[in-house]
C-alpha cells in the first residue's frame, strides 16, 4: 500500500519521493506538532500524514492500534504510536529493483537526518518489524529482503566501509560529507558515504537474515542474489581484521585497512598514521571504530565481536539449505563463530577494580583493557538482547552491575535520566537508547518502570528518542530524528506487551509537574 505521490522512477520500480505538500521531517520533527497528548508531558504527534509517509504496513497500523488498547498511560501510549513505525513513516527513502534483475528487490533505508544508509543502523532500524512478520508474502517482507540485498550490494563492494550511497537504479544524487580521508582499501565516493569499519556492520546484516528467516522460514531467497558472495565478503574481510601487529619472526604485518582523515576530532581518526594502535593475536577480529563511529582505544571489540559470533552461528542453518552455496561455507561460519566466542572468553573476561570477573569493552591481546560501556548497540549491557549469552550469566551480571554505575566512565546520572552515554557527544549527555536497553534486558518490575519513566520525560515535549540528553536538563539534547532509537523503544514496548503484559496498565505519570 503506497502513497498517492508515489512515483516511478524506473521499471517497476516502487519509489517514494515526496509531494509539495509534505514537509521534510527534519523541519516537522523541530515541532511540537498537535494534538499533545493528554498527560502531564504533553507529548507531541510526530507522525506525518498516512499520505507522506514513506511506506504504510497494515501489520504496523494494527500492532499499533492493538498495543495502544492495552497501553494505560496517555504518555506512553503516545510515544509508542510516534516512535515504532517512525522508520517506515520517515526513512524508506527508495524502494526499487536492480538495474540487472528486476527480481532483486531493494530498499535505501536513511539514518534520519542524515542521507545515507548505515548498514548498522539500518538494520536496526528495520529489526522491529520482525514481531509483526510472519510470511514471505507480508508486505514488510519485502522491505526486508530489499534491506538485506541493498547491504549485501554494498558489504561486497567495499565491506570495510560503513555507510553507503543511494543506489544508481534510485535516480538519487551521492552526496558528499565533506571530509578528506585517506583510507585503504580504496572505495567509490559515488557508492559510500563514509568508510569507518565498524565491525558490527557484519554482525547487524547476519542479524538482520536471521531475523528475516527466523519469522518467514523463506532459505530460498538466499540463494537467489547476492547473499551468498556478501557472506564470503564478511568472512574474508574478517579474517583479515584478526591479523596481528607482528607476525611471528617480530615483522610488523601491514593492516589490510588503514584510515586517516582531517578532523578536530581525536576520535575521528585513527592512531600511528591510519594503522591504529598494535594488538596481539586474539582469534577475535579488529573493530577500529566503535558502532557510534567514533575510533577505539584498543581495536578489539569485545560487545561486537559477540555479536558476530552469535549471527554467524545462527546464519549458518540458512547457508546449510542453500543448494548453490560452496561446500563448506556453514561450516566456515560456525567455525570462525566458535573461535570468537572462545577468545572473548580467554581475553575479553578481565577482573574489575574490586577483583569480579566481568567483560571489558575493548582489549588489544597485549594486556591493554578499556573497562567501560557505550550506549550504542552492540553493547555489553545489550549481550542478552543479542542472544550471546543468558541474562543470568554471572559474568554479565557483574559487568551488567559495573557499567550502570559511575563505575563506567560514561555514566551519566542525574535528576531526570540516569543511563549510559557515549564519547561520540560529551561526558553528562546520557543516550535514552541505553535506558531502553536496560529495561529490554532486565526482570525486576521496578528496574523497568524507572527506565520507562527517565525516557518519558527525556524527549522535551517532542515525543520522539534523541540521541543524548543532558541528565540535568532536558531540554539539551542532540537530534530530534534518530529512527534507530525511536524503533528501539517501539520495539521494548511490543517486548514489554509480550513478556510483562501488566506493566503497560501502569501509570507513568511525574509525581510532580514542573512548571516553566
Given at each position: 500500500m503506497w502513497s498517492s505521490n508515489a512515483i516511478g522512477l524506473a521499471p517497476l520500480l516502487i519509489g517514494y519521493v515526496f509531494g509539495q505538500s509534505c514537509p521534510g521531517y527534519s523541519s516537522f520533527s523541530q515541532s511540537r506538532n498537535p494534538p499533545l497528548s493528554t498527560g502531564a508531558y504533553k507529548l507531541a504527534y510526530q507522525r506525518p500524514a498516512p499520505e507522506c509517509r514513506?511506506?504504510?504496513?497494515?501489520?504496523?497500523?494494527?500492532?499499533?492500534?492493538?498495543?495502544?488498547?492495552?497501553?494505560?498511560?496517555?504518555?506512553?501510549?503516545?510515544?509508542?504510536?510516534?516512535?515504532?513505525?517512525?522508520?517506515?513513516?520517515?526513512?524508506?527513502?527508495?524502494?526499487?529493483?536492480?538495474?540487472n534483475n528486476t527480481e532483486e528487490e531493494l530498499t535505501f533505508v536513511i539514518t534520519g537526518d542524515i542521507n545515507a544508509m548505515w548498514i548498522r543502523d539500518s538494520a536496526n532500524q528495520i529489526a522491529p518489524y520482525k514481531v509483526v512478520l510472519k510470511n514471505k508474502t507480508d508486505e514488510l517482507a519485502s522491505v526486508f529482503r530489499g534491506t538485506i540485498n541493498l547491504q549485501a550490494r554494498y558489504l561486497i563492494a567495499s565491506p570495510y566501509c560503513n555507510a553507503f550511497q543511494p543506489p544508481p537504479e534510485s535516480g538519487i544524487p551521492p552526496e558528499q560529507n565533506g571530509g578528506i580521508y585517506s583510507v585503504t582499501p580504496a572505495y567509490d565516493r559515488n557508492v559510500v558515504f563514509t568508510c569507518n569499519f565498524e565491525l558490527d556492520d557484519f554482525g547487524g546484516f547476519l542479524q538482520l537474515s536471521h531475523d528475516y528467516y527466523a519469522a518467514t522460514g523463506d532459505a530460498d531467497f538466499f540463494g537467489k542474489f547476492q547473499w551468498i558472495p556478501a557472506v564470503q565478503s564478511i568472512l574474508a574481510a574478517a579474517e583479515a581484521m584478526r591479523q596481528p601487529t607482528y607476525g611471528p619472526d617480530g615483522r610488523w604485518l601491514r593492516p589490510e585497512y588503514t584510515f586517516q582523515s582531517q578532523t578536530m576530532s581525536a576520535s575521528g581518526t585513527l592512531a600511528n598514521n591510519g594503522v591504529g594502535m598494535p594488538v596481539n593475536y586474539t582469534g577475535m577480529a579488529r573493530s577500529p571504530f566503535r558502532p557510534s563511529d567514533d575510533s577505539a582505544l584498543f581495536d578489539f571489540s569485545v560487545p561486537a565481536n559477540m555479536m558476530l559470533s552469535r549471527y554467524l552461528d545462527a546464519c549458518a542453518p540458512i547457508a546449510e539449505r542453500l543448494p548453490n552455496a560452496p561446500r563448506g561455507l556453514a561450516g566456515r561460519m560456525r567455525g570462525m563463530a566458535a573461535e570468537i566466542r572462545g577468545a572473548i572468553a580467554e581475553w575479553g573476561v578481565v577482573r574489575a577494580p574490586d577483583g569480579t570477573r566481568v567483560f571489558a569493552y575493548e582489549v588489544d591481546g597485549f594486556g591493554g583493557q578499556n573497562l567501560m560501556d557505550d550506549a550504542n548497540i552492540p553493547s555489553l549491557l545489550s549481550a542478552p538482547f543479542l542472544g550471546y549469552l543468558d541474562k543470568n550469566d554471572t559474568v554479565y551480571r557483574n559487568t551488567r552491575a559495573f557499567v550502570l554505575s559511575r563505575r563506567n566512565p560514561w555514566w551519566c546520572e542525574g535528576p531526570y535520566i540516569n543511563a549510559i552515554g557515549s564519547a561520540h557527544v560529551r561526558p553528562g549527555a546520557a543516550w535514552p537508547m541505553s535506558a531502553i536497553m536496560r529495561a529490554m534486558t532486565s526482570d525486576d518490575d521496578m528496574e523497568i518502570i524507572t527506565a520507562v519513566k527517565e525516557v518519558l520525560r527525556s524527549t522535551d515535549g517532542y515525543g520522539l528518542i534523541h540521541e543524548s540528553v543532558n541528565s540535568f536538563d532536558t531540554s539539551d539534547w542532540t537530534r530530534q530524528w534518530f529512527t534507530w532509537a525511536n524503533g528501539l523503544f517501539g520495539q521494548m514496548v511490543m517486548d514489554l506487551a509480550d513478556r510483562k503484559p501488566h506493566l503497560l496498565k501502569e501509570s507513568f505519570q511525574p509525581f510532580f509537574i514542573e512548571k516553566d
Open positions: 514513506t511506506f504504510n504496513s497494515s501489520l504496523v497500523e494494527d500492532a499499533i492500534a492493538q498495543v495502544k488498547e492495552d497501553i494505560y498511560d496517555p504518555d506512553l501510549s503516545r510515544l509508542f504510536e510516534n516512535t515504532f513505525p517512525n522508520t517506515l513513516d520517515t526513512a524508506i527513502k527508495w524502494r526499487g529493483v536492480a538495474a
